[in-house]
Nanobody, 122 residues
Framework: QVQLVESGGGLVQAGGSLRLSCAAS????????MGWYRQAPGKQRELVAT???????NYADSVRGRFTISRDNAKKTAYLQMNSPKPEDTAVYYC????????????????WGQGTQVTVSS
């Protein structure tokens, strides 16, 4: 069974730094895109950043230049380096992976982690 497990969330002061990790486990043939999304109270889940298996990245305008997404394909892990976070970055951060499993009838699918809380104090 595929699992995505996030870690690294917590309380950080505005202007500080924090690094989130997302590790995929289970029998996985390949991982295409990995991404980070977030959901603040009362708001819809939104894209933060994505990265392809080849290293191409995409960022939300609100985090571009402050956050950096990266991945280690051998470890099946994605990271989100959060520099100079702001109070408005406070949210539950979710990891997502578009991946392929060698299971007849399943194949390619989108998987989510359980989320990790990030709180930025002013």
């Amino acid at each position: 069974q595929v699992q995505l497990v996030e870690s690294g969330g917590g309380l950080v002061q505005a202007g500080g730094s924090l690094r989130l990790s997302c590790a995929a486990s289970g029998i996985i043939s390949s991982i295409n895109v990995m991404g980070w999304y977030r959901q603040a109270p009362g708001k819809q889940r939104e894209l933060v950043a994505t990265i392809t298996s080849g290293g191409s990245t995409n960022y939300a305008d609100s985090v571009r230049g402050r956050f950096t997404i990266s991945r280690d394909n051998a470890k099946k892990t994605a990271y989100l380096q959060m520099n100079s976070p702001k109070p408005e970055d406070t949210a539950v951060y979710y990891c997502n992976a578009d991946l392929v499993v060698p299971v007849p009838g399943k194949g390619r699918g989108s998987y989510w982690g359980q989320g990790t809380q990030v709180t930025v104090s002013s």
